[in-house]
């Protein structure tokens, strides 16, 4: 037997750019030997022959799913199950608004928590805006298109300097939620940031780097999130390149974009974190993967509590485009998972 799939690029609009997403639709009903038997193991085998830098699998609702408005998914890597991600979480929302038009869903339930979703109209662009990013052309681009909003279910953490020693300790690591963390590296100009070709852990520690994190933390990936600060556009937004390298390059990354964008939004609390004279809520544009050639647009919005110390609310934001639909078969029980 065989499970559809669909892919998306995801944090776009034009096909061929943003992150490449894979949706695989696991059937509700156990008699079909797919939904409850289909394992964790099968799973990560499926992830790591679609190769894609996440694969959702995407459970068809339950009746309880449905009175509860409920669509419960799981995400994969090639490596490794994740608790959440951005550009998986996003993907599928604008999958379940816009291509399954599926009105009984409302929230996302992942590893991490429940994530609302709703749809999201992309604000009009300024008059005087800057130019487009490299490679970020018009052909292809769907006009007017809507996207969908997330709300991440964050456990947002600062570690205390995990890295002590090595050339890159004095960088601040920060997780958006427990097992998603990121070397939150400042770059001074464009220049320079594409110039970087690796991890700062380096890829083969990817994972091993977690053993370094504060107690209760050390699991997950640990990636550099390299950026570069643009400035403010008129209406205050501010503007970020970026480039994630963890075992290797990522187009676009939600949940590191939504980490820095949290780490920065303290940070820039009247000049102080904790100062309660600064500004609530916080909105970001974050551009990522014009090094790959796969240009990507990520849209942050952190709301602070009122005491300007910690993160209230985090909402991910993005389009996406349907790029293929196929089937897949169910790995036999029997195989062996050897990932290296």
Same mark, same amino acid.
């Given at each position: 037997?065989?499970?559809?799939?669909?892919?998306?690029?995801?944090?776009?609009?034009?096909?061929?750019?943003?992150?490449?997403?894979?949706?695989?639709?696991?059937?509700?009903?156990?008699?079909?030997a797919t939904a409850t038997q289909l394992s964790q193991d /099968?799973?990560?085998?499926?992830?790591?022959?679609?190769?894609?830098?996440?694969?959702?699998?995407?459970?068809?609702?339950?009746?309880?799913?449905?009175?509860?408005?409920?669509?419960?998914?799981?995400?994969?890597?090639?490596?490794?199950?994740?608790?959440?991600?951005?550009?998986?979480?996003?993907?599928?929302?604008?999958? =379940? =608004? *816009?291509?399954?038009?599926?009105?009984?869903?409302?929230?996302?339930?992942?590893?991490?928590?429940?994530?609302?979703?709703?749809?999201?109209?992309?604000?009009?662009?300024?008059?005087?805006?800057?130019?487009?990013?490299?490679?970020?052309?018009?052909?292809?681009?769907?006009?007017?298109?809507?996207?969908? /909003?997330? /709300?991440?279910? *964050?456990?947002?953490?600062? *570690?205390?300097?995990?890295? !002590?020693?090595?050339?890159?300790?004095?960088?601040?690591?920060?997780?958006?939620?427990?097992?998603?963390?990121?070397?939150?590296?400042?770059?001074?100009?464009?220049?320079?940031?594409? !110039? /970087?070709?690796?991890?700062?852990?380096?890829?083969?520690?990817?994972?091993?780097?977690a053993a370094a994190l504060d107690e209760g933390w050390r699991?997950?990936?640990?990636?550099?999130?390299?950026?570069?600060?643009?400035?403010?556009?008129?209406?205050?937004?501010?503007? =970020?390149?970026?480039?994630?390298?963890?075992?290797?390059?990522?187009?676009?990354?939600?949940?590191?974009?939504?980490?820095?964008?949290?780490?920065?939004?303290?940070?820039?609390?009247?000049?102080?974190?904790?100062?309660?004279?600064?500004e609530r809520t916080h909105a970001f544009e974050v551009t990522?993967?014009?090094?790959?050639?796969?240009?990507?647009?990520?849209?942050?919005?952190?709301?602070?509590?009122?005491?300007?110390?910690?993160?209230?609310?985090?909402?991910?934001?993005?389009?996406?485009?349907?790029?293929?639909?196929?089937?897949?078969?169910?790995?036999?029980?029997?195989?062996?998972?050897?990932?290296?």
């Amino acid at each position: 037997m065989a499970l559809k799939f669909t892919t998306f690029d995801v944090f776009t609009k034009t096909p061929f750019r943003g992150n490449p997403l894979g949706i695989v639709s696991v059937p509700a009903d156990t008699a079909s030997a797919t939904a409850t038997q289909l394992s964790q193991d /099968q799973k990560q085998l499926i992830a790591r022959e679609l190769n894609l830098s996440e694969t959702v699998f995407l459970h068809e609702q339950t009746p309880a799913d449905i009175r509860a408005r409920v669509a419960r998914i799981d995400i994969f890597t090639p490596l490794a199950e994740i608790p959440f991600a951005g550009h998986p979480t996003v993907g599928t929302a604008n999958y =379940l =608004l *816009h291509e399954l038009r599926l009105g009984s869903a409302k929230v996302l339930s992942t590893r991490a928590g429940l994530v609302p979703f709703k749809e999201e109209e992309e604000e009009e662009e300024e008059e005087e805006e800057e130019e487009e990013e490299e490679g970020d052309d018009e052909e292809g681009k769907g006009k007017g298109a809507k996207g969908a /909003q997330v /709300q991440v279910a *964050h456990d947002f953490h600062i *570690h205390d300097k995990p890295f !002590k020693g090595t050339a890159y300790e004095a960088y601040p690591v920060a997780s958006i939620v427990n097992g998603m963390t990121g070397i939150m590296a400042q770059l001074p100009d464009l220049d320079t940031l594409g !110039k /970087q070709t690796g991890s700062l852990v380096g890829a083969e520690n990817t994972f091993k780097a977690a053993a370094a994190l504060d107690e209760g933390w050390r699991k997950g990936p640990v990636i550099t999130y390299f950026y570069v600060d643009l400035g403010r556009k008129k209406d205050g937004t501010r503007k =970020l390149r970026t480039r994630n390298l963890g075992t290797r390059e990522d187009p676009a990354t939600g949940s590191a974009a939504a980490g820095l964008c949290c780490l920065l939004s303290l940070s820039d609390s009247g000049g102080n974190p904790g100062s309660e004279s600064g500004e609530r809520t916080h909105a970001f544009e974050v551009t990522q993967g014009v090094e790959m050639g796969r240009p990507s647009e990520i849209r942050v919005r952190v709301t602070l509590n009122e005491a300007r110390s910690g993160i209230e609310e985090v909402l991910i934001s993005g389009n996406a485009v349907k790029i293929l639909e196929g089937t897949v078969p169910i790995p036999s029980p029997k195989t062996k998972i050897r990932l290296e």
